[in-house]
């Protein structure tokens, strides 16, 4: 851990180094701590920074994000048509459940954090992308999950001790007009560091985003999107299994800008919870995002 923590420090301070020494021949074509975000998360990746909630109709139990990622280095190559930034992520989503009377328990979480680098180039009417990303991954059950009537863990359910350590490579096309918008995307992932071992240290991931601009008009002088969301994640536990995931729903405000999303949604696959990784489950939600 303390090696992870040092890893990400450097990072950090490495991309402050750089900018600092770059500012004087690129002049204004580098910013620190720029605005917006050079490349938004995905929506239908359950490992991406969301802040948020998503209500499952079934069993009226909750998923909660929380997370944020943030751009601290900027470098411009208007020549190319080119941008590279460096960021930080950290996100956490959590499952809130009811127990014996007890309302809005958390039974167990996934904590993330981790750095990225992201490049892109100008094409007509898009932009070609690639993203790179070290992430850290730890999963805990909480006391949510946790029968103090008895002194025992709910279903003789205990924590395991979970962890990832992952690299992620990914490659996407996105066009973006006053009409509609298309994000297609794939890439793999390979973990240095995985916990339980039947784990598979290679995953997979691709999908597409799509959507209408200024779908319903302007609220309040904001435009309004349609959009709809896919994303497979292939993870090996250790056979390789697919992970789907569709959302449906409207964002109220730009799309590459603050936001809020209200969205239908549906899942099918391995539990995204990891302490529940060998479980396959099926859920519906209701949810809302918070674009920042």
Not at 264 to 276: A, I, R, T, V
């Amino acid at each position: 851990m303390k090696k992870i923590i040092l890893f990400y420090m450097t990072l950090f301070l490495s991309s402050v180094l750089v900018w600092g020494q770059a500012a004087d021949s690129l002049k204004n074509s580098s910013e620190l701590l720029p605005s917006g975000l050079h490349f938004r998360p995905l929506l239908g990746n359950q490992q991406e920074a969301h802040f948020g909630i998503l209500y499952y109709t079934e069993t009226s139990n909750l998923k909660v994000d929380i997370g944020n990622s943030i751009d601290v280095v900027s470098f411009m190559f208007p020549a190319d048509s080119c941008r590279l930034t460096f960021g930080i992520d950290f996100m956490a989503y959590a499952y809130s459940t009811s127990y014996k009377g007890n309302r809005l328990q958390i039974d167990a979480l996934d904590g993330f954090f981790g750095g990225n680098a992201v490049f892109s180039k100008k094409t007509d009417g898009g932009r070609l992308i690639g993203r790179f990303r070290v992430t850290h991954n730890s999963a805990h059950l909480v006391d949510g999950h946790f029968d103090q009537a008895t002194d025992k863990w709910i279903g003789d359910k205990k924590p395991i001790p979970f962890t990832k350590d992952f690299g992620e490579l990914l490659l996407a096309n996105e066009r973006l007009n006053d009409k509609y918008l298309l994000k297609y995307y794939g890439g793999v992932s390979y973990s240095t560091l995985v916990r339980p071992i039947e784990l598979k240290k290679y995953a997979f991931i691709g999908g597409v985003e799509t959507g209408l601009i200024d779908f319903w008009g302007k609220v309040m002088h904001k435009e309004t999107e349609l959009f709809l969301s896919y994303n497979i994640n292939l993870i090996g536990i250790p056979k390789y299994v697919a992970n789907n995931n569709i959302m449906l729903g409207t964002k109220f405000g730009a799309w590459n800008d603050k936001g809020l999303m209200l969205y239908l949604d549906y899942y099918s696959g391995q539990n995204f919870l990891s302490e529940y990784y060998k479980d396959r489950i099926s859920r519906f939600g209701i949810g809302f995002l918070v674009d920042f």
